[in-house]
């Protein structure tokens, strides 16, 4: 392995933050928007996925990854390369998930500051969450139900 398993993993999670924070401190900031609109980050921590991916795999891990059993995925998760593995995929799918919850919630203008918090920390929860807040928006506000303009809306309103 060319890099260090332990700066492949570091680097993976300092990677993904700004784009936390840009999704939950500055969600209407133009900047936000553009970046979120991007296929880029998931691009580039797909490929290390793959990288780690292919480096982990022994034919005893094939094997026994073909087959699934509990234990031999604990065993196959006991090595550092494969761990890091399937964290930069837990990252890869979070984030995805968060840019989804971030840009239904600019799309439909339901809150999405808690559902991105949880699916920082803990994806299924934060897209549960946002389940929940979205059904509770259409249930008991469904006036509300106005969408907050994107940077296209408005720069087709100023041209007009």
């Given at each position: ?17 700004p ?28 490929a ?16 026994a ?26 990252l ?50 469904p ?12 720069s087709?309103a100023?041209?007009?």
């Amino acid at each position: 392995m060319l890099i260090p398993i332990e700066q492949i993993f570091t680097g993976a999670n300092l990677f993904v933050l700004p784009f936390w924070a840009l999704m939950i401190i500055l969600p209407n900031w133009g900047i936000t928007r553009k970046v979120m609109q991007s296929y880029i980050p998931f691009v580039l921590l797909a490929a290390v996925y793959i990288y780690l991916f292919v480096s982990s795999i022994t034919p005893e891990n094939a094997a026994a990854l073909s087959d699934p059993k509990l234990a031999d995925i604990a065993r196959f998760f006991a090595d550092e390369t494969a761990a890091a593995t399937g964290w930069i995929h837990f990252l890869v799918m979070d984030l995805f998930v968060g840019r989804y919850i971030y840009l239904e919630g600019q799309k439909t203008g339901v809150w999405t500051i808690h559902s991105l918090a949880l699916c920082l920390f803990a994806g299924p929860m934060g897209l549960l969450s946002h389940i929940l807040t979205t059904w509770i928006k259409q249930k008991f506000f469904p006036g509300s139900d106005t969408e907050t303009p994107t940077t296209a809306d408005i720069s087709s309103a100023q041209q007009s």
